[in-house]
């Protein structure tokens, strides 16, 4: 009797314990990774390519990656008047400081060249972070 159960037990902890371990693996790797989420732009506004205001995002773009602070979070404004650049980042909290910002650097280029080109009030997520260029009008 004490055999056959131990058997019976081994028989259904087996497959158990392969499918947790299967899933840890998964969790792991969708922790790790800083897949492109969603994006919004506001197609009303938009700037010229050479323009001041392209300078200036540019510009403010690097100031986030370089100022973001340990809790993963960083805002800069470059320029004045109407080529005034507000931009803001944030990480997630379990995301160490190299990691978001490597996220804020790809997360400004790919609004800025793929998903909002041109465009002055735009937002986009990434797995662990988000970045946003928003307008005067929309803070």
């Keep these: 009797m004490g055999y056959s159960v131990m058997v019976l037990r081994m028989k259904i902890g087996f497959p158990l314990l392969l499918l947790f371990l299967l899933l ?66 944030q990480c997630r909290g379990d995301v160490d400081q190299q990691t978001c910002k490597d996220c804020i650097d790809t997360s400004t280029q790919e609004v800025v060249n793929t998903y909002c080109p041109n ?8 797995e662990n972070c988000r970045s946003a260029t928003p307008t005067q009008t929309s803070l």
């Design 119 to 126: 465009k002055t009030d735009a937002i986009i997520w990434y």
């Design 24 to 89: 840890s693996f998964w969790v792991d790797h969708a922790m790790s990774t800083n897949d492109y989420v969603d994006n919004n732009c506001n197609a009303d506004i938009s700037y010229d390519d050479g323009s001041e205001f392209q300078t200036n995002m540019q510009h403010a773009f690097a100031a986030l990656i370089a100022d973001v602070n340990s809790l993963g979070f960083s805002n800069a404004t470059q320029g004045e008047g109407p080529d005034t650049v507000y931009a803001m980042a």
